[in-house]
């Protein structure tokens, strides 16, 4: 009786498919450069040259295939002729789709966040790394709950999460994802959905105002210790500029030439939600939707830092001028940074910068995959 008890015991607590550490996930990576060429190689030295043909086909070695497969204990290597090479753990799956190869590396949880972790936000105190692993794996898992049932479940770009495989997987990364395995942010008994920036310069946003988007839980908090904003270190809070003749932002957007961007809506700290580019005729766009149109123009995400600037026009010429780096919504690294150092817990980091959500371990939620 007692070692059926015991059993039961320990089925519950290593409950198979349920821990986050057992989730697999499939990352597309690589996909920024479209590549039709891809050389993958083995530690053993066992080479593959991939090559994409037309549509979904492509060749392997020269030989038809539809799908390339490679699973190694060793990190296996990609290599993008002229343009990138990079390690992987884990298994590759490589397949044709409109003329480009698709890459997309199947890695565990915690392997994929112990260079989420680093690649998103660098070197940090390990309290604030702590706080950053709940983020990067409530997101993961809020994108692998969303897509389970495709190829991929996330890319390693800025509308997924970064991840540049295992030379950004670092010790204190790792450190932070073990000493937090399973947690994750949630609300009301269900998993989050997170956000993180940068530097927000004094102040976080909202997604209501950002975005458009309404979600209750996510709200504006004061970015600030004792009256002087926390993240006053970041090399993004002292003013910015950038400057573009309108031409080239008539390239950026999908309109001809205008003479005048007007501000539509800006909040009390400055933060701008909606421009105005006029001509005879207008277009209005949210400012986050153009920041991201000129920062895959320019392939240059320095440029518009932030949405919190001023914008004047001179000679055909737009000058933009601000302060902070990123969307400015929900956790500010530059700040939790800062909290690590003032010697802040990470649950105390997180509760600062999202006060309506809970540390959860993502087991007990009401998950949509049981
Ligand atoms: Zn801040």
């Known amino acids: 009786m007692k070692k059926i008890l015991c059993n039961v015991i320990l089925f519950i607590i290593f409950m198979p498919g349920w821990l986050t550490s057992d989730v697999i996930m499939k990352v597309s990576v690589l996909g920024i450069f479209k590549p039709v060429r891809v050389i993958v190689s083995t530690e053993k030295k066992e080479k593959y040259t991939i090559q994409a043909i037309w549509g979904e086909t492509m060749e392997v070695n020269g030989k038809k295939q539809k799908e390339f497969i490679l699973k190694d204990p060793q990190p296996l290597t990609v290599e993008i002729p002229d343009k990138i090479t990079r390690q992987f753990p884990g298994q590759l799956q490589i397949y044709c789709s409109e003329g480009k190869l698709i890459i997309v590396n199947h890695i565990p949880m915690e392997d994929y966040l112990a260079s989420v972790v680093h690649c998103e936000i660098g070197a940090a105190p390990a309290e604030t790394l ?10 993961a898992l809020e994108f692998y709950q969303r897509n389970k049932k495709r190829k991929y479940y996330i890319s390693d770009l800025t509308d997924g999460q970064v991840y540049k495989g295992l030379s950004h997987m670092n010790l204190s990364a790792r450190e932070a994802v073990n000493l ?15 956000f993180f920036c940068s530097t927000c310069a004094g102040e976080t946003s909202y997604p209501g105002f950002v975005w458009k988007k309404e979600i209750e839980y996510i709200v504006p908090v004061k970015c600030e210790y004792k009256g002087t904003p926390l993240c006053i270190d970041s090399p993004h809070f002292k003013t910015w500029t950038w400057s573009c003749p309108l031409e080239q932002i008539s390239r950026v957007i999908p309109m001809g030439k205008f003479d005048h961007i007007d501000i539509i809506e800006r909040d009390e700290f400055g933060r701008v939600s909606l421009l105005r580019f006029r001509n005879t005729w207008n277009m209005v766009l949210k400012t986050e939707t153009f920041r991201i149109m000129v920062g895959r123009y320019f392939k240059d995400w320095g440029l518009l830092k932030s949405a919190r600037f001023k914008v004047e026009i001179k000679d055909r010429k737009a000058f933009f001028t601000g302060q902070g780096l990123g969307h400015g919504v929900g956790l500010c690294q530059w700040g939790a940074k800062k909290l690590g150092e003032l010697g802040y817990k990470y649950r105390s980091i997180l509760g600062f910068y999202f006060p309506r959500l809970m540390i959860t371990d993502y087991y007990s939620l009401k998950n949509e995959d049981e």
């Open 130 to 139: 702590k706080a950053q692993a709940i983020l990067c794996r409530t997101k």
């Open 180 to 194: 937090t395995r399973d947690e994750v942010m949630s609300f009301k008994g269900k998993l989050a959905t997170v």
